[in-house]
C-alpha cells in the first residue's frame, strides 16, 4: 500500500523558516516524480513545486520560487520543502503527493496518491 | 498560467441523483485533466485522469469527459459517501492548476 507521511509544520513568525518532510512507502520511491501541494485555510488547492525521481528537473510556482527548495533522498525514500522567509499567506496545510504512472502509456499521472497533509501557520 | 473555472460552485443533490460538473480551461488543453474528490480534513483522492481514465479502486459511478477546454465529471448515481467537494486540475503544462472547487451537497 502507498503511504505518505508528512511531518515537520507547526507555527513560525513571519521571515522564518521551516522543512517539511514526507516519508514514502509501499512503492519504489526512486521510480516516481513527487510533488508538494497546499491549501490555505477554507481555499482551494495551489501546487507549489515537483521533483523528478532524479532531482532533475525541478520547478516551482511563481509563489514561491526564490523562497522555498525541493529536495529528495532516494535512499532514504523522502522528499522535503525547505521553506525560508515564510509569509502570512504561504499559511496552509500541505501536503505530498505522487505523481503515478499510466501502465498503457506510461504517461504521468498527477498527484495519484496524497498524504495527510501538515499544517503550517504564519503568524507573530 | 492557465486558469481553470468550475460550475456551478455548488450543488444540493439526492441520493441517486445524476450530477454533472463542468470545468472549462483558458486554453485548449487536450485531454490534460484530471478529478479529484476532497472531503472535510482529508486529502484530495484521484478519481479520473487524463479527462476520461477511471482510477484504479473508483467506483464506476463517477465517469469524465471532454476535450480541448471543457470537461465534465459525471456521477450517475450520488451515494451518500459521495458528498465532498470535487476539483478539477489541468496538467498539460506546467504550472498544474486546479480549478476553485465544487461543494456537493445534500
Known amino acids: 500500500e502507498v503511504q505518505l507521511v508528512e511531518s515537520g509544520g507547526g507555527l513560525v513568525l513571519p521571515g522564518g523558516s521551516l522543512r517539511l518532510s514526507c516519508a514514502a512507502s509501499?512503492?519504489?520511491?526512486?521510480?516516481?516524480?513527487m510533488n508538494w501541494v497546499r491549501q490555505s485555510p477554507g481555499k482551494g488547492l495551489e501546487w507549489i513545486a515537483y521533483?523528478?525521481?532524479?532531482?532533475?528537473?525541478?520547478y516551482y510556482a511563481d509563489s514561491v520560487k526564490g523562497r522555498f527548495t525541493i529536495s529528495r533522498d532516494n535512499a532514504k525514500n523522502a522528499v522535503s520543502l525547505q521553506m525560508n522567509s515564510l509569509r502570512d499567506d504561504d499559511t496552509a496545510v500541505y501536503y505530498c503527493?505522487?505523481?503515478?504512472?499510466?501502465?498503457?502509456?506510461?504517461?504521468?499521472?498527477?498527484?495519484?496518491?496524497w498524504g495527510q497533509g501538515t499544517l503550517v501557520t504564519v503568524a507573530s | 498560467d492557465i486558469q481553470m473555472t468550475q460550475s456551478p460552485s455548488s450543488l444540493s443533490a439526492s441520493v441517486g441523483d445524476r450530477v454533472t460538473i463542468t470545468c472549462r480551461a483558458s486554453?485548449?488543453?487536450?485531454?490534460?485533466v484530471n478529478w479529484y474528490q476532497q472531503k472535510p480534513g482529508k486529502a484530495p483522492k484521484l478519481l479520473i485522469y487524463?479527462?476520461?481514465s477511471l482510477q484504479s479502486g473508483v467506483p464506476s459511478r463517477f465517469s469524465g469527459s471532454g476535450s480541448r477546454t471543457d470537461f465534465t465529471l459525471t456521477i450517475s448515481s450520488l451515494q451518500p459517501e459521495d458528498f465532498a467537494t470535487y476539483y478539477c486540475?489541468?496538467?498539460?503544462?506546467?504550472?498544474?492548476?486546479f480549478g476553485p472547487g465544487t461543494k456537493v451537497e445534500i
Open positions: 503527493a505522487r505523481d503515478g504512472r499510466d501502465a498503457r502509456t506510461t504517461n504521468e499521472i498527477p498527484f495519484d496518491h
Open positions: 509501499g512503492f519504489t520511491f526512486s521510480s516516481y516524480s
Open positions: 521533483i523528478t525521481s532524479r532531482s532533475v528537473p525541478i
Open positions: 486554453q485548449t488543453i487536450s485531454i490534460y
Open positions: 487524463a479527462a476520461s
Open positions: 486540475l489541468q496538467n498539460y503544462v506546467i504550472p498544474p492548476t
